[in-house]
């Protein structure tokens, strides 16, 4: 069992950075690849980015790419999402989740924190 826990969620001025982090409980951490997904009101959920157990593997969506930065620290259990030339589209909830590989979709995840809202103001 993982449990996720987000933080750093706020609201930020288009153009903006913010940094978000996702705790992980549990010593199995590090065999879990993570995602990023984001679902704004009336939308779907959407895949942000993904990185491998190592960290040495990442992916974005287009819609980020250049502009938001995966990392994680397997030694403390927590992932991160970089996110610079914030847009008000990037406005949304963005949750993370572990899986054994990185997915598109968020139905292979098999666990998902509770989300953290961005608000980013045109």
């Known amino acids: 069992q993982v449990q996720l826990v987000e933080s750093g969620g706020g609201l930020v001025q288009a153009g903006g950075s913010l940094r978000l982090s996702c705790a992980a409980s549990?010593?199995?951490?590090?065999?879990?690849?993570m995602g990023w997904f984001r679902q704004a009101p009336g939308m779907e959920r959407e895949f942000v980015g993904g990185i491998s157990r190592s960290g040495t593997s990442t992916y974005y969506a287009d819609s980020v790419k250049g502009r938001f930065t995966l990392s994680r620290d397997n030694a403390k259990n927590t992932v991160y999402l970089q996110m610079n030339s914030l847009k008000f589209e990037d406005t949304a909830v963005y949750s993370c989740?572990?899986?054994?590989?990185?997915?598109?979709?968020?139905?292979?995840?098999?666990?998902w924190g509770q989300g953290t809202q961005v608000t980013v103001s045109s």
């Open positions: 549990g010593r199995a951490f590090s065999t879990y690849a």
């Open positions: 989740a572990a899986a054994r590989g990185i997915y598109w979709r968020g139905s292979d995840y098999d666990y």
